[in-house]
Nanobody, 124 residues
């Protein structure tokens, strides 16, 4: 099992930017896909972005394409989510998760370890 700790959440104005970080423990970080999900109050936990073990060919939810960028630094055991042009519909608790394999997936069931989440709030 790996421990994941997110940081970087906060309050930002609409149109602004935030960068989330997720630091992972464990020596096998570089072997697994990583993903970001978000959950707003009363809603399901939704896929946001995922990246394969190598950091190549990230995938995104349609709602964040062109605005969010996922990246990872395997030497630092860290995955990032750069969020630009934040909109009023983006506020949620954002979670990072480690995939069960090397390729990212859109379903939360394909991720085995989760962080505690970090709150993102967007003011209009």
């Amino acid at each position: 099992q790996v421990q994941l700790i997110e940081s970087g959440g906060g309050l930002v104005q609409a149109g602004g930017s935030l960068r989330l970080s997720c630091a992972a423990s464990g020596r096998t970080f570089g072997s697994y896909a990583m993903g970001w999900f978000r959950q707003a109050p009363g809603k399901e936990r939704d896929f946001v972005a995922g990246v394969r073990w190598s950091g190549h060919t990230p995938v995104y939810a349609d709602s964040v394409k062109g605005r969010f960028t996922i990246s990872r630094d395997n030497a630092k055991n860290t995955v990032y989510l750069q969020m630009n042009s934040l909109k009023p519909e983006d506020p949620a608790v954002y979670y990072c998760a480690r995939g069960r394999g090397p390729e990212p997936a859109f379903w939360s069931s394909e991720y085995g370890d989760w962080g505690q989440g970090t709150q993102v709030t967007v003011s209009s």
